[in-house]
């Protein structure tokens, strides 16, 4: 099956620095998703992709869809404590006719320190 | 108003029992997903119903049964716990088929089976 491997695990850095991750996956997908999970809450929706290539922005947060379809990346820019939780990427191939399963990577721990 | 909501929060139980997860969501959506995370925080799919139909059936021990009774509820029953089934497992919506097939997440139960 696919397998979606997400990098890094965790993360430590300072307020004000620039956040990076990123998934990549064994096959293509046609729609990227990133979510953050807060402690003690469900996965919220941050970014949608759905095109290769594709490079959307929501607020600090700026997301790619790589030109391959087989990995994308996340930006959070000049970090703020609130930032703190687990990013997700999610994976979904669909087809003409039905829509595929979403394959979620192992997450990525941010901690942001004043 | 909760988009997504699951009850119990917390549900702790004796191995051997069996529990109900309740799920419904006032989105207007039509398919709905349990999802389990782990303690290592990974998020694999269970089940997903459309129109009360089911779609998506992992390799899921057939303990686990989900009723539908309508498109906006998607309960979750647990037959004869085990220590294995301790994580917390997440009840998802979605407007299936459409191109931004988004699943929006609920809180979240988390079941401790001692």
């Known amino acids: 099956g696919q397998q979606l491997n997400q990098s890094p695990q965790s993360m430590f850095i300072q307020e004000g620095e620039d956040v990076s991750m990123n998934c990549t996956s064994s096959?293509?997908?046609?729609?990227w998703l990133w979510y953050k999970q807060d402690p003690g809450e469900g996965p919220v929706l941050l970014i949608a992709l759905y095109k290769a290539g594709e490079l959307t922005s929501n607020g600090r947060l700026t997301a790619q869809f790589g030109i391959t379809r087989k990995d994308s990346f996340l930006n959070i820019s000049a970090s703020i404590p609130s930032d703190v939780g687990i990013y997700f990427c999610?994976?979904?191939?669909?087809?003409?006719?039905?829509?595929?399963?979403?394959?979620f990577g192992a997450g990525t721990q941010v901690v942001v320190t004043p | 108003d909760t988009a997504v909501s699951q009850t119990p929060k917390y549900l702790v139980t004796q191995m051997g029992n069996d529990k109900s997860i309740k799920c419904e969501q006032n989105l207007g959506h039509d398919t709905m997903y349990w999802y389990k995370q782990d303690s290592k925080k990974f998020l694999k799919i269970m089940f997903s119903?459309?129109?009360?139909?089911?779609?998506i059936n992992e390799t899921v021990p057939n303990r686990f049964s989900p009723k539908s009774p309508d498109k906006a509820h998607l309960n979750l029953h647990i037959n004869s716990l085990e220590l294995g089934d301790s994580a917390v497992y997440f009840c998802a919506s979605s407007q299936g088929g459409a191109r931004d097939n988004i699943q929006y997440f609920g809180a979240g139960t988390r079941l401790s089976v001692l």
């Open positions: 119903y459309n129109n009360k139909e089911l779609i």
């Open positions: 096959s293509i997908f046609n729609t």
């Open positions: 999610a994976g979904r191939f669909d087809l003409s006719d039905s829509w595929g399963k979403l394959q």
